[in-house]
C-alpha cells in the first residue's frame, strides 16, 4: 500500500476508501486478481513470474507435508508406537519416561505434546481445558467434497458462506474442493445441516463425518517439562490458518531456550510468562473471530442469538469506539515479547466490511486537504496497477496444473 506519509495512521488508505463509502477490499492487489479466478504469477519465457511480493497463502496436505519435513529432519528417531502412560518423578511431578506399547519405555528430559484433540500427555499433568464456547458457539462440522467443474475456472481463494446456524468454508484444490459446515448444534442438527448445504448448493453432498468441537485453549500450555502445541494446546475454527500461526509462535519462543535449559526446567516465573503470553495469543485471535458475527444479522434463531448475545462486551465496546474514533495500530495493545498479534491490517478490512466503521471517524483520520489528495492519487495508481497485473496474471487453474507437473 505504498508509504504512509507523515502523521497518518497505517491504514490510511483503507480509512479513505471508508470515508468516500468504498470497499476496503479494493486496496489489495488480491481483489482484482479473485474478480477473475487469476493466481498472482504471470508467465513469460515459460516461467513463473511473481506479480508481487505478497503471494497466496497455500493450502497443503498435511500427510504430505509431514513426510516431506520428515525427509529434511536429520539425527532423529521416528518411532511409531502408542503412549500408554506416564513414568513421573515423585517430587517434582516432571515425566521422565513414556511406557509405550510393546512394554517399550522411552526416558525423556522435554516432552513436547502434539497428540492433538486427545491432548495425551498434557491431559495427564493437569491442564484445564478453558471453552470459548459462549462466544464461539458452533461446535459440530459436517466435512464434504466437492468435484470441479472441469470446464470452469478454479476460484484463487478460500471461502466462508454464512449459513443458517454457521458457515460453510470451500478449500479449492487441484482436484477438487474441500468443503464443510460448522454449525451449531442448539440451533440444527446434522440433517437439517445437510439438507440446507444441498438446498443452497443445488446438488446433493455425501457427508464423510460428523466431527465435535469444542473451541477454546488450555489453561497451561507449558506443565514440568511438557509444553502442548498446535491443537493439543488450542482449537479455534476449522480452517486451522490460526491454529498453524499459533504453533509457530510457540515454537519460535521454545527456541529462545536452549536444550539444556529445557531439560533442566525453567523457573516457575518463565514458565508462567510463557502460559501468559501464548494464551493472551489465543484469546486475542478469539476476540476477533468472535467479531465476525457482529453483522447485525437476526434472519435465523442462531444470527439472532449471535446478534443479541454473542459478541463479547470487550468486542461491544470497540465497535462502539470505532464509530467516533479512527481504528488504528494504537488501538490494540502489543503483545508480550513483541509477538504478532491481530492489529488494524486485519479489523479494518472485516469492519469495514460489515460496515462497522464510523465514516465521520475514518474522514478525520484523512482529514487534511493534502492527505485526502494524497489518498486518490494513491488509490488511483494502485487501481491502475491492479488492473495491469490482474490482465497479465494467468488463471488460477492454469497455476495449479503448473505446479501439478512439477511434482
Not at 12 to 30: N, P, S, Y
Not at 309 to 316: F, L, N, S
Not at 320 to 331: G, I, Y
Not at 349 to 378: H, I, M, T
Amino acid at each position: 500500500m505504498g508509504t504512509t506519509p507523515g502523521g497518518a495512521p497505517s491504514n490510511w488508505l483503507h480509512h479513505a476508501q471508508i470515508a468516500a463509502g468504498k470497499r476496503v477490499a479494493d486496496t489489495h492487489l488480491f481483489t482484482a486478481l479473485m474478480r477473475g479466478n487469476k493466481s498472482a504469477y504471470a508467465r513469460k519465457d515459460g516461467k513463473l513470474i511473481p506479480l508481487s511480493p505478497y503471494h497466496h497463502a497455500y493450502h497443503f496436505d498435511q500427510a504430505r507435508l509431514g513426510r516431506f519435513l520428515a525427509s529434511k529432519a536429520t539425527g532423529i528417531d521416528h518411532i511409531q508406537t502408542e503412549v500408554a502412560a506416564l513414568l513421573r518423578d515423585p517430587a517434582s511431578g516432571d515425566i521422565t519416561a513414556l511406557q509405550c506399547s510393546g512394554d517399550r519405555q522411552i526416558d525423556v528430559d522435554f516432552v513436547i505434546d502434539c497428540t492433538g484433540f486427545r491432548r495425551a500427555i498434557i491431559g495427564q499433568m493437569g491442564a484445564e481445558w478453558k471453552s470459548y464456547g459462549a462466544m464461539l458457539p458452533l461446535n459440530k462440522a459436517i466435512p464434504f467434497w466437492l468435484d470441479h467443474d472441469p470446464k470452469a475456472d478454479i476460484a484463487p481463494y478460500t471461502l466462508a458462506r454464512a449459513m443458517d446456524a454457521g458457515w460453510m468454508w470451500g478449500i479449492p484444490v487441484h482436484d477438487r474442493m474441500g468443503c464443510g459446515y460448522v454449525f451449531s448444534d442448539a440451533h440444527i442438527n446434522a440433517d437439517q445441516a445437510k439438507d440446507e448445504l444441498e438446498t443452497r448448493l443445488r446438488r446433493p453432498v455425501e457427508i464423510r463425518r460428523q466431527i465435535d468441537i469444542d473451541p477454546g485453549r488450555l489453561d497451561q500450555s507449558w506443565i514440568g517439562n511438557c509444553v502442548a502445541v498446535g491443537l493439543a494446546q488450542s482449537f479455534l475454527e476449522p480452517l486451522e490458518a490460526t491454529s498453524i500461526h499459533g504453533t509457530l509462535v510457540q515454537m519460535l519462543l521454545l527456541l529462545r531456550a536452549t536444550p539444556t535449559q529445557l531439560a533442566a526446567g525453567p523457573l516457575p516465573t518463565e514458565r508462567a510468562a510463557f502460559n501468559q503470553t501464548v494464551a493472551g495469543q489465543v484469546d486475542d485471535f478469539a476476540d476477533f473471530i468472535n467479531i465476525h458475527y457482529a453483522g447485525g444479522r437476526r434472519d435465523t434463531p442462531f444470527w439472532a442469538d449471535m446478534t443479541e448475545g454473542g459478541i463479547t462486551a470487550r468486542q461491544r465496546d470497540r465497535i462502539a469506539a470505532w464509530q467516533h474514533t479512527p481504528l488504528s495500530r494504537n488501538s490494540f495493545t502489543p503483545l508480550p515479547g513483541g509477538l504478532p498479534h491481530v492489529e488494524e491490517q486485519l479489523y479494518t478490512p472485516v469492519l469495514g466490511g460489515l460496515g462497522l466503521l464510523g465514516k465521520d471517524a475514518s474522514a478525520r483520520a484523512v482529514g487534511s486537504p493534502g492527505l485526502k489528495k494524497q489518498a486518490r492519487s494513491a488509490l488511483a495508481q494502485l487501481h491502475q496497477d491492479f488492473t495491469g497485473a490482474a490482465r497479465k496474471a494467468i488463471r488460477h487453474r492454469t497455476f495449479l496444473a503448473s505446479l501439478a507437473a512439477r511434482d
